[in-house]
């Protein structure tokens, strides 16, 4: 799935090593500086072994029993920062900031596709979090139809929507500024907490107070208060877990238009990787969970 | 989850150190060895750190806007060799067979519980696939509810039975032996396969041919022939992935009755810990495998 490098060996997203990746589809860049060189400070490339491409047409078809359908898509790397030695913790949360519109820009740009259903947004911090490069990146993969889980997630949430004709995210945020418990940070924009039964230890939800269903409509205030309380987040993990592997995952609404889209509210799943998964998780879908929520959120409220 | 033991340590599975767990519910003994002590090829204990308990009242409750449920069930540990030195894929297809029927046995017992409405029976074979004790054990959670993904498996299973008045692993089994490319091993009882755009690398299916719902009806015969095309298909991925790390899932309808039940075709789930699981399975529910079943089978038919 990822260009592979050898630990301490070359690496195709440090400066100077533009030729190694596919050429840049975007950039922030030093004035004057010219594409696919050096002199910027973000980069996104198209992966260069992608699990879906751009090209030819989607197609479905059977094979035996079974349905196929042709691997249409795109799948694209962010390069947060031309140095190796830094981790997006490490960046300022104006860089971060940077990271985040560049996510906009791109979910604009594939929702122009009208093979594309929807885009997921994620970063694999470290080996035990999937990571095959070290340096610093996250990656996009927009597919041709709305994954699994986003449409389970939306489903629950049209459900719920329906039932007590409120947005389920909104109602959580009321419940959890109330309780009081699970909330690790609030600011003005956003609510980090703790998710009531979550899975994994640690995990994280970052929600924005203001209801929209879609990531790519969000203005440049709320990316930037976004920016502000993932850094801080990642500073508390990262002093009380000792830096530990994560993933960090983008929620946000399909392509698909709707005039009932209103249920949903993006927001950004953040996965510590501390326990690890099983058997019985494989064979359940269940989760359990060695650390309560509300434990996790005090720790790291108090972080 | 696990009962803690330093590597190299203290092992509480094994013989002599019968009373580091609590008393046992089941085991297999020589004549005359009395309970909790020495003499005995496999023992089944209460997990001394259970993830749900037999104790108390099943009780739903509110907590805010949230629904709760007390954690009702059992959590039993399979000690599956008094040696620290054996791994399943050592002990005998007889030796295995015992783990089996130990497994049946338990499943009757739970069964008679009114509260337990499924069991998960699994295994984790080393540290990077979720065990926490080296001594090759296995695990049951029984639970108060269908698991998520049972009730999925049994949805998807039912819609194929209304539609197409077949069961779909039958019809599975019917493909697979007539397109032969994800054939793993054939025996008189059963058939290994990799499964059509399975999750991971290497996963395999292990179907009895006989169409059966629930494992705990299974009859002897089918239980020792698991057993001998487990052990063969254990020494086949061992030899090709230098002894990988795994899980073992058995999927078996819930112990709710019905007379509509015959849809399901309980399975074995085998799922060597070759890819590691980022961001992107756990945002979108979709699994990247970069080995297809089609060469995977390959490579274990010709181990």
């Known amino acids: 799935m990822e260009q592979q490098a050898a630990p301490g060996g070359f690496c195709p997203f440090c400066e100077e090593n533009e030729s190694s990746t596919p050429d840049e589809v975007y950039a922030l860049r030093d004035d004057g500086s010219p594409p696919n060189g050096p002199g910027w400070r973000l980069r996104v490339v198209p992966n260069k072994f992608p699990a879906l491409t751009g090209e030819g047409e989607l197609i479905v078809s059977k094979e035996g029993m079974y349905d196929r359908m042709s691997g249409i898509g795109f799948h694209e790397v962010l390069i947060e920062t031309p140095r190796h ?48 490069i070290e340096h610093s990146h996250s990656q996009i993969i927009a597919m041709p139809q709305v994954s699994k889980l986003l449409e389970e997630e939306l489903a629950g949430a049209k459900e719920y929507f329906k039932r007590e004709n409120r947005c389920v995210y909104c109602d959580m945020i009321d419940e959890e500024t109330s309780a009081k418990v699970r909330v690790v940070v609030e600011t003005e924009r ?3 907490l703790a998710p009531y039964a979550s899975r994994f230890a640690y995990e994280t939800l970052l929600l924005p107070k203001k209801h929209n269903h879609r990531f790519e409509d969000t203005g440049d205030n709320t990316i930037d208060a976004l920016s502000v309380i993932l850094k801080q987040l990642l500073q508390k993990t990262n002093s009380i877990l000792n830096n530990p592997t994560y993933n960090l995952i983008l929620h946000t609404f399909s392509f698909e238009q709707g005039a009932d889209d209103g249920y949903y509210h993006w927001h950004v799943e953040f996965l510590p990787m501390v326990n690890r998964v099983a058997g019985f998780e494989w064979g359940s879908g269940l989760f359990i969970n060695p650390v309560p929520p509300e434990d996790a959120a005090k720790r790291l409220r108090e972080a």
Not at 110 to 119: H, W, Y
């Open 190 to 192: 956003f609510i980090a």
């Open 85 to 132: 030695d830094l981790a997006l913790a490490d960046l300022s949360s104006m860089r971060i900031a940077d990271l985040f519109r560049a996510v906009r820009l791109r979910f604009c740009e594939f929702k122009k596709d009208k093979r594309v259903k929807c885009a997921q947004f994620f970063k694999n911090h470290g080996y035990t979090a999937g990571a095959s």
